[in-house]
């Protein structure tokens, strides 16, 4: 079957540093692939060239079927065409509640404009409705974790939490592409084993995963497929197990591949 | 008619070097913290009113000091430096470093509102009507080329250029001027280096006052009157050779401001001089948009 | 949109206080005599003012120093439609708005992308260039001298009568208080809907926000021009009232008098903003002697407000250092903004 995301010969620079060298990538529908490399390796800015916050030097990007050029489009519209993301860094909106926060990842799937907001005729209301609808929905995902919490404000939730809020944000956007940056960073091993669940079953609704992770067992559990990357390039690919056993991963990572406890 | 382009040309060259005095605080200052210091050009109105202060002191005793033009000249960009020097650290102290670093708009706010206390100060103390600054300098005229020009201009060129040719030697040769750019490319770095950065941000806004009040005299000099608001004109617009010239840098500061003064002499001399402010407006917003690192700025990629 | 209001107070005893708030209004446009309906009216024309620049600041927080231009440019529309063209005073109070709201867009296009305090300076800059504008173009705007005879609004319903507005203070009373109340509404709609949440989003973290599929620059435009339109439409109020438009009601200092109303009383909160209107209008009015220090109170509430509440007021801007994707991202446009001090090369 043709690829969901066609990276081909991606290549980023930043005046004389290369982050990215001649990359090419590819992920088909219902996969879940894994991106593993150092830190400084460029993952994250494959995420960024990806979602359109930087610009490519050269190279391209495809997406969708039939395949369509997203290395000049703005972040917006890549999300308007159903690719979602998450930060390595963890950027929920802080004073907005977990309502809130989720429901800004509807914006782009909802139509109310500036007429619908001052006269609220009745297909405004029930698209509020609905809307309100969905984040139920989407927040279920994650149990009661954050079903009951709706009206806190995103900075009082507990880390893992806001990890977990970060993600159901993303989810709202529909997308079919779901890039998740080391989404289980600084989480405990039961909570780690929780979101390993949580990614898949963000699969089996039909989302497309690209998970950066550093957590060899999480990669483990969930990747179909690896990609390993040093100095900004494709140093590996295939299945995880194989690529963990790759001389050339365990060299560039200097046997530092245990997870965290 | 060639004589019409050289007298807007030296014109617009000593109005340019007065500009490129205040715009090297801007820049400093920017350079420094990432910061607009919206004050600046209040301090630099104060500069031009102590200098008046300092005269009316005087006064009696100018006989006394044996009535040398220079030493009254001398005396009076003194006590005008340092009060302006003593004012802008004071600022700093008071008004900026507090909110350092917390946000973006923070800064400017508390800058906006320190600007306007002065000015409406200012206002209050000498009052709504332009006060008249005394001519030290007894007027001697050249022609070259057909044009005229006047000694306080050859003065107030000399004097400026002296001024940035010494604060480029400073910051390029010495300890402290280094401990300046190590600052401004990154300030945690540096304090790692051992460099004590709340001295380097004194420095900063000291030099920077000390130049606004040396450039309050010259205006006053030059056009023999000063009022509360002229700190607010004459500071958009070394703003806006700042950022002309590429803003946190300091050969782009003078850079701009004199051509900027350029600018504003032949447009003037073409439009109408009642549009001068615009055409000082105009290019900053087209700067920002167009080319923001300015003339002597980084020229990069747009962002997607 | 569903989020309850943040006061304590229910829902009934809500509505009872502004039942009671606009009965009051209503009272004091009765019994109040005209020096005070003057000062009503005035309180009325910065309360839409304050409200329409809240959008722009409080909401998508963007700070804008030169909003007095978009008040100037719909006064001078009304004002020169219809001492010109004699065109209906009630067909140019919308159009100004819609005038002064295609100014906001054109200006906001190629500059809400900048920074911050950049966004500020140019708009400052963008204030001055009208009013110097205004002042300069005397073919077309009589110049200093300003534009005079400008008719009153009329309201004539046949075989009723006809309403002239005149120099009735009262009638104008009403008038303001019905746009202002108008304004709040639309205010309010606007901030709990769909685009007022967006507006939030950039507030606290402009780039997650365009990360999640909101259009950030059309938002932005959006906030900007109908605070413009807000701006417009109060200026042609002030038009059809006063009779008489000159450059020099709008100079940046009242810009900076609108900014303090949004951001020293309001912070962001509509019935902030109403009151400030209320405590910087109406107070110095009323104390004429001290309103000469009116301005540099300011200065130092101004001061005060950024040191204790240094990343509050204008929404949640940068706090600490910047993200290594911001600053790439930026690249572009604030990169050049923030090359260092080089000494020279």
Same mark, same amino acid.
């Given at each position: 079957m043709s690829a969901l995301l066609g990276v081909r010969h991606l290549t980023v620079r930043f005046g004389g540093l290369t982050a990215l060298q001649d990359l090419s990538l590819e992920v088909r529908p219902g996969e879940i692939v894994g991106v593993i490399g150092p830190n400084g390796s460029g993952k994250t800015t494959l995420f960024n060239c990806i979602t359109g916050l930087y610009r490519a030097s050269a190279g391209s990007i495809a997406f969708g079927d039939p395949p369509a050029e997203l290395a000049h489009l703005g972040p917006h519209d890549i999300v308007e065409r159903g690719i979602a993301r998450t930060f390595q860094t963890l950027r929920v909106f802080p004073n907005l509640s977990v309502l809130e926060n989720v429901l800004i990842g509807l914006h782009c799937r909802r139509r109310a404009g500036v007429l619908g907001a001052i006269f609220r005729p009745t297909w405004v209301v029930a698209e509020e409705a609905d809307a309100i609808r969905r984040v139920s929905e989407l927040l279920a995902i994650f149990g009661d974790r954050l079903l009951p919490r709706t009206t806190w404000p995103a900075r009082s939730l507990s880390y893992a939490n806001r990890r977990r809020l970060e993600i159901a944000r993303a989810l709202a956007t529909d997308p079919r592409l779901l890039l998740l940056d080391e989404p289980t960073a600084g989480m405990n091993p039961t909570e780690k084993q929780e979101l390993t669940g949580v990614i898949r079953t963000i699969r089996e609704r039909g989302v497309t995963v690209l998970l950066i992770e550093h957590d060899m067992r999480v990669v483990m559990q969930t990747a179909d497929r690896v990609f390993a990357m040093n100095y900004g390039e494709r140093i590996a690919e295939g299945r995880p197990d194989e690529v963990a056993r790759d001389p050339v991963v365990v060299e560039a990572y200097l046997g530092k591949m245990t997870s965290r406890a | 008619m060639a004589a019409v382009y050289v007298q807007q040309i030296i014109n617009g060259l000593t109005i340019g070097s007065v500009y490129a005095l205040i715009a090297l605080g801007y820049t400093m200052v920017y350079g420094v913290l990432e910061m607009i210091n919206f004050a600046h050009g209040d301090v630099y109105m104060v500069g031009s009113f102590l200098g008046l202060l300092v005269l009316a002191l005087m006064g009696p005793s100018a006989s006394l000091v044996g009535g040398s033009v220079a030493l009254v000249l001398a005396l009076t960009l003194l006590g005008a430096m340092a009060g302006c020097a003593l004012l802008g650290v004071g600022i700093e102290r008071l008004a900026y470093r507090p909110v350092r670093g917390t946000s973006r708009l923070g800064p400017l706010i508390a800058a906006l509102g320190v600007s306007l206390f002065l000015q409406n100060a200012a206002m209050l103390i000498v009052g709504t009507r332009p006060k008249a600054f005394p001519p030290l300098i007894e007027k001697h005229l050249y022609h070259v080329a057909g044009a005229v020009f006047t000694n306080l201009q050859v003065l107030i060129l000399a004097a400026s250029l002296g001024l940035m040719l010494l604060l480029d030697q400073f910051v390029r040769r010495t300890r402290w001027g280094r401990a300046m750019r190590a600052v401004a490319q990154d300030a945690e770095v540096a304090s790692f280096m051992g460099v004590e950065v709340n001295t380097v941000v004194i420095l900063t806004f000291l030099i920077g006052s000390v130049l606004a009040g040396g450039a309050g005299i010259m205006v006053g000099l030059y056009y023999g009157i000063v009022d509360f608001f002229m700190g607010y004109i004459a500071g958009l617009k070394a703003f806006t050779a700042a950022v002309l010239g590429g803003i946190g840098n300091l050969r782009g500061a003078m850079l701009g401001g004199l051509l900027l003064g350029l600018a504003e002499s032949f447009g003037a001399g073409f439009i109408g001089a009642q549009w001068r402010d615009v055409i000082a407006f105009a290019v900053l917003i087209t700067v920002l948009v167009f080319r923001p690192g300015g003339v002597l700025g980084e020229q990069l990629p747009e962002k997607v | 949109m569903t989020r309850a209001p943040v006061t304590g107070l229910s829902n009934v005893s809500r509505g009872a206080l502004v039942g009671l708030l606009l009965a009051g209004l209503v009272a004091f446009g009765l019994v109040a005599d005209e020096y005070l309906l003057d000062i009503g009216v005035l309180v009325g024309v910065y309360t839409i003012l304050g409200l329409g620049l809240s959008i722009v600041i !409080?909401?998508?927080g963007l700070l804008d120093l030169g909003y007095i231009a978009f008040y100037a440019i719909g006064a001078y529309w009304t004002a020169l439609l219809s001492t010109h063209f004699g065109v209906n005073f009630w067909v140019l109070l919308p159009t100004s708005a819609a005038v002064a709201a295609l100014f906001g867009v054109v200006l906001g296009y190629p500059t809400l992308r900048l920074r911050g305090d950049y966004l500020a300076i140019v708009t400052l800059g963008f204030g001055e260039i009208i009013r110097i504008t205004l002042n300069n173009w005397r073919e077309l705007t009589? !110049?200093?001298m300003g534009i005079m005879n400008i008719p009153h609004p009329r309201i004539a319903v046949s075989g009723v009568g006809v309403l002239e507005f005149g120099l009735k203070v009262q009638t104008y009373y009403y008038f303001v208080l019905v746009l202002a109340i108008m304004t709040v509404f639309v205010v309010r709609r606007l901030i709990h809907s769909r685009i007022g949440l967006a507006w939030k989003a950039i507030r606290e973290d402009e780039l997650a926000a365009g990360a999640m599929g909101v259009d950030v620059r059309r938002a932005k435009l959006l906030a900007f021009g109908l605070g413009a339109a807000f701006a417009g439409l109060a200026g042609s109020f002030f038009a059809g009232r006063a009779g008489f438009v000159s450059p020099e009601s709008f100079t940046f200092a009242e810009s900076v008098l609108v900014v303090c109303i949004v951001v020293i009383g309001g912070a962001g909160s509509l019935a902030g903003v109403i009151a400030g209107a209320i405590v910087f209008i109406a107070l110095p009015e009323l104390l004429r002697e001290a309103a000469r220090y009116r301005m540099l109170a300011f200065g130092v509430a101004m001061v005060t407000l950024a040191l204790v509440r240094p990343q509050g007021l204008l929404g949640r801007t940068w706090v600490g250092e910047e993200r290594d994707e911001d600053r790439a991202a930026e690249a572009g446009v604030a990169r050049g903004i923030t090359s260092r001090v080089s000494g020279g090369s």
């Open positions: - | - | !409080g909401q998508a009589n !110049g200093p």
